[in-house]
């Protein structure tokens, strides 16, 4: 009488776990890759977010100014002065501030001279500039130009992203 032997062979045991390893490995490179995707996304938007509300305050503030204090015409400077209708807001100062780990966009506004960011820290600010374009006959406007990347103390390539913003905003 024969027995039946019954269970795996070796061989069908290396197949299943050749499979088992394989199908393992793709779930996991999906899943990484879905992780890194969303870090890039949310650096996108981060990055995106705080540019257009930095640029749009800015231009904002340019347009309802009443004074240039510097740069003056003709000349770009890393910090805009303006005076505003609201004497107690004057000056009113946009300039870069390192907060110890990152640049942020300040605003200062008043001879007490009460600060405000206008970048969170999740961004840094680099490249900003302010141009005094004068214009003869016509009406005087600021070129601004700036650089916000997402802060990554730890240089993670998913989280490195960069982008440059340019507006003009033009006195009344």
Known sequence: ???????????????????????????????FSSVAQRAHNQAVAEVDYQGEIAMNQITQQIRNASTVNAPTPGNTLT?????????????????????GSRYRLRIREGSAGTSNYLTNNKVTLSN?????????????????QFTISSYNPSNLGEIQYSKTFYGTGTLR
């Open 128 to 144: 900003l500039s302010f141009r005094y374009l004068a214009v003869t006959g016509g009406r005087d406007s600021i070129k601004v």
């Open 79 to 99: 910090s805009l002065s303006i005076n505003t209708p609201t004497s107690s807001n004057n000056p009113t100062i946009y300039d870069l501030y390192n907060d």
């Open 1 to 31: 009488m024969q027995k039946k032997h019954t269970g795996f062979t070796l061989i069908e045991l290396l197949l299943y776990v050749a499979i088992f390893s394989i199908l393992i490995s793709t779930v996991m490179f999906i899943a």
